[in-house]
């Protein structure tokens, strides 16, 4: 029900836009977060969006680079991400959750109540 896609190879600096395409439920009704898995590694919560108030969290890391956004119209969330540098490079996966953005994004969360999709894969070469 989730899919997320954009990923690909970037230069140190560079920039890509990930999708996340939601079928099968209403948009409105969840919030949405991205989150990336490194090998060997948890997975982190990267940016998460309230559907309700518009609310963000994000990875501070990423803060003042990343972009999370929705358009609940076309069931569609994104992840603008600028300046990429190597350590970015992982597993870019999308959920939609009923829990809020900090919660979302915070580590050791689990909910089996979420869904969740395929990630798509972000290198970023030195």
């Known amino acids: 029900q989730l899919q997320a896609s954009g990923g690909g190879l970037v230069h140190t600096g560079g920039s890509l836009r990930l999708s996340c395409t939601v079928s099968?439920?209403?948009?409105?009704?969840?919030?949405v977060g991205w989150f990336r898995q490194f090998p060997g590694k948890a997975r982190e919560g990267v940016s998460c969006?309230?559907?309700?108030?518009?609310?963000?969290a994000y990875l501070g890391s990423v803060r003042g680079r990343f972009t999370i956004s929705r358009d609940a119209d076309r069931k569609m969330a994104y992840l603008q991400m600028n300046n990429l540098l190597p350590e970015d490079s992982a597993v870019y996966s999308c959920?939609?959750?009923?829990?809020?953005?900090?919660?979302?994004?915070?580590?050791?969360?689990?909910?089996?109540?979420?869904?969740w999709g395929p990630g798509t894969l972000v290198t970023v070469s030195s």
């Open positions: 959920a939609a959750s009923r829990s809020p953005p900090q919660l979302l994004c915070s580590d050791h969360y689990s909910n089996h109540d979420d869904y």
């Open positions: 099968g439920l209403t948009l409105d009704e969840y919030n």
């Open positions: 969006l309230s559907s309700v108030d518009g609310s963000t």
